[in-house]
């Protein structure tokens, strides 16, 4: 499906079905990003948030449903130079000797380029200072603490100056001042018509930017539309802001609307 004549979605994913060690973890998710949107993922531990993002960019393989790109199908043909995509949790840099900077500078590379864009240097360091990691360029990431080197896999994908950026849970681990700088990077880049798609436990500082919220419940779409307001008990420091309402059993067929939404 495209936009108008021209314009295809930053992210068309239809009918996915996921199953992972023998379980459905995703059931029939269909998911249209438009260019430009900021879509936050919420839903509560172990909803699918995780495996959807791998799903939508062929980390995990899917068992039905198909997915594209810009327009193109997941595949050699898909166009990677134009996703950043920040994991949740760093999966190999921690036993990495490479410095931050090196890492960052990574992020410009991708398949029939062997090496850094012109520029490359310039721009990783500019990565790096978004992140608030200017000073700390030449540190070799495995000797950084984890809200540090989780910062760096953000400027890894900030370098490549992406015209889709997923994000899974960005900010959990990085200090409040450090979490503002991203955010305002985050709505440079939101300004300049990148998509955002991203994983949040709650929208916290991201809430002024967030267009849209999809919510996960058991693996399904349980709400599509405008981001939940915050609620009163929502103050408490011990309560969980994205949660669905308690239901023991996954819901039937069809999207369920549990989540807090004020008009
Ligand atoms: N490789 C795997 N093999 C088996 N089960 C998996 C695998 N990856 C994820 N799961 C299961 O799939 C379910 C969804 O996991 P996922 O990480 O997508 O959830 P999530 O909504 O992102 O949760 P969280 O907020 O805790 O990160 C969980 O029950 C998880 O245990």
Same mark, same amino acid.
């Given at each position: 499906?495209?936009?108008?004549?021209?314009?295809?979605?930053?992210? %068309?994913?239809?009918?996915?079905?996921?199953?992972?060690?023998?379980? $459905?973890?995703? /059931?029939?998710?269909?998911? #249209?990003?438009?260019?430009?949107?900021?879509? /936050?993922?919420?839903?509560?531990?172990? @909803?699918?948030?995780?495996?959807?993002? $791998? #799903?939508?960019?062929?980390?995990? &393989?899917? @068992?039905?449903?198909?997915?594209?790109?810009?327009?193109? &199908?997941?595949?050699?043909?898909?166009?990677?130079?134009?996703?950043?995509?920040?994991?949740?949790?760093?999966? /190999?840099?921690?036993?990495?000797?490479?410095?931050?900077?090196?890492?960052?500078? @990574?992020?410009?590379?991708?398949? $029939?380029?062997?090496?850094?864009?012109?520029?490359?240097?310039?721009? /990783?360091?500019?990565?790096? %200072?978004?992140?608030?990691?200017?000073?700390?360029?030449?540190?070799?990431?495995?000797?950084?603490?984890?809200?540090?080197?989780?910062?760096?896999?953000?400027?890894?994908?900030?370098?490549?100056? &992406?015209?889709?950026?997923?994000?899974?849970?960005?900010?959990?681990?990085?200090?409040?001042?450090?979490?503002?700088?991203?955010?305002?990077?985050?709505?440079?880049?939101?300004?300049?018509?990148?998509?955002?798609?991203?994983?949040?436990?709650?929208?916290?500082?991201?809430?002024?930017?967030?267009?849209?919220?999809?919510?996960?419940?058991?693996?399904?779409?349980?709400?599509?539309?405008?981001?939940?307001?915050?609620?009163?008990?929502?103050?408490?420091?011990?309560?969980?802001?994205?949660?669905?309402?308690?239901?023991?059993?996954?819901?039937?067929?069809?999207?369920?609307?549990?989540?807090?939404?004020? &008009?």
């Amino acid at each position: 499906m495209t936009l108008g004549t021209t314009t295809p979605l930053a992210v %068309e994913a239809t009918g996915l079905d996921v199953t992972l060690g023998g379980r $459905r973890i995703l /059931a029939g998710v269909d998911l #249209a990003v438009e260019p430009g949107q900021v879509l /936050a993922l919420l839903g509560a531990n172990g @909803s699918g948030k995780s495996t959807l993002v $791998r #799903a939508l960019l062929g980390v995990v &393989p899917t @068992s039905a449903g198909s997915v594209r790109l810009f327009g193109a &199908p997941l595949g050699p043909s898909a166009p990677w130079h134009r996703v950043g995509y920040v994991p949740q949790r760093m999966p /190999a840099a921690s036993g990495m000797p490479a410095t931050a900077l090196e890492v960052v500078t @990574s992020g410009l590379l991708h398949r $029939r380029r062997v090496r850094p864009a012109h520029g490359g240097r310039r721009r /990783a360091l500019a990565a790096l %200072e978004s992140v608030g990691l200017a000073d700390r360029a030449h540190r070799r990431v495995q000797e950084m603490s984890g809200g540090q080197q989780q910062r760096v896999l953000i400027a890894r994908a900030l370098v490549r100056d &992406p015209d889709l950026l997923v994000l899974d849970e960005p900010t959990s681990g990085i200090d409040i001042p450090t979490q503002a700088t991203f955010v305002d990077t985050v709505a440079r880049l939101h300004a300049a018509g990148t998509t955002v798609v991203v994983i949040l436990h709650e929208l916290g500082p991201f809430a002024g930017l967030i267009q849209r919220a999809v919510v996960l419940r058991h693996g399904r779409v349980a709400h599509d539309g405008p981001p939940p307001a915050a609620r009163p008990e929502h103050a408490h420091a011990d309560h969980d802001h994205t949660h669905a309402h308690p239901d023991p059993e996954p819901p039937p067929t069809g999207p369920t609307i549990t989540v807090e939404v004020t &008009p």
